[in-house]
């Protein structure tokens, strides 16, 4: 009997991480490395802010660990994204030594200053609105540099989702979501369809790949589905993209004179709902991956 693979997946004691893990225990020994456990396998601390990771014995690594989130320009959170993001990544790529390295990016990392109807990865990568999204293509461009596999998936959501979900129902005021533009149509990824890519692809050929469920969504009548599943009733308004935009620049220039304060409302926070964003995946359902989930399932099985 042969033994079964060692996987090392960081960010596990996250959302994307910790579906990574769980799914992989079902077939490998998995080593969950980060500050905190994960939620399967054994647990090798690691502070990717400020140390080289212990990798050994793993024949894979999967690294999900990041600073996310949208932190107000000049930050101390924006700093420590770079130490995390560019500086671990690095980190992580020297303990690897040349195993094979499956890099969980961003689709943040494209340029929002292009048509984004329909996106390749040859799209440019540049441009981006954040410290997020900036660090998520500096800490690829390294992975990519050492012939990792580099997985773009756009807002995932799942069970267990931190991010998303608590950020769309802090929008709602008094029943009603105000969105930037009229209705467009984006790319969501299933956090299972993410998994399966991510436990899929050491064996893909090094490059980036983007990841999304099989079919973009309507954002309005979605965001009101999710909303509703989860027990919030809304009617969905809109105002013009160009003042949410400068709204949001107002927003960031007051936080960049109050440093440690949030940003109410950010560019980046406009654009993730303002254009139509659709991830081509054609060239990971080429490796033979592909997306199994959809909302529909999500919202199925969501008990309010
Ligand atoms: N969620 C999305 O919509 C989305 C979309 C596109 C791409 N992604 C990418 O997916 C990956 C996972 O995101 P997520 O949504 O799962 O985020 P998450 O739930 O916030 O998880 C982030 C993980 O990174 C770990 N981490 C953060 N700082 C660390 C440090 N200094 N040292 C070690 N580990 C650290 C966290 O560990 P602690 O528990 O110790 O904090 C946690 O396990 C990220 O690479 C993100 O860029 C996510």
Request: hydrophobic share 45%; glycine share 10%; aromatic share 4%.
């Amino acid at each position: 009997m042969t033994a079964p693979p060692r996987i090392a997946v960081t960010g596990a004691s996250g959302f994307c991480g910790g579906h990574v893990a769980t799914a992989a225990a079902a077939f490998a020994d998995v080593v969950c490395v980060g500050r905190r456990p994960g939620p399967a396998g054994r647990h090798v601390p690691w502070d990717a802010a400020r140390q080289v990771p212990d990798l050994a014995g793993a024949d894979i690594v999967i690294h999900c660990a990041a600073a996310v989130g949208d932190p107000a320009p000049g930050s101390r959170a924006e700093a420590l994204m770079r130490a995390v993001n560019v500086d671990g990544t690095a980190r992580l790529l020297e303990a690897a030594g040349g195993r094979p390295v499956v890099w969980v990016s961003s689709a943040s990392v494209y340029d929002p200053r292009r048509e984004r109807s329909l996106v390749r990865e040859d799209h440019p990568v540049a441009g981006q609105l954040n410290a997020y999204g900036r660090t998520k293509a500096a800490g690829e461009r390294l992975a990519l540099d050492a012939g990792a596999v580099v997985l773009r998936p756009r807002a995932v959501y799942g069970p267990g989702d931190p991010h998303l979900l608590p950020r769309l129902r802090a929008r709602v005021r008094a029943g009603r979501l105000l969105l930037p533009g009229p209705d467009v149509r984006l790319s969501l990824t299933a956090v299972e369809n993410l998994a399966d890519a991510a436990l899929a692809a050491a064996g893909w050929p090094p490059g980036a790949y983007n990841i999304a469920d099989g079919e973009a969504y309507a954002r309005d009548a979605t965001l009101r589905r999710v909303l509703r599943a989860h027990g919030t009733r809304v009617t969905v308004h809109h105002m013009p993209s160009g003042a949410a935009r400068f709204a949001a620049l107002a927003a960031e220039t007051a936080a960049r004179l109050r440093p440690g304060s949030e940003v109410a409302l950010s560019r980046y926070a406009v654009d993730q709902l303002a254009h139509p964003v659709v991830l081509d995946i054609t060239k990971a359902r080429a490796c033979g991956w592909a997306p199994r989930r959809t909302l529909e399932d999500f919202l199925a099985a969501v008990r309010p």
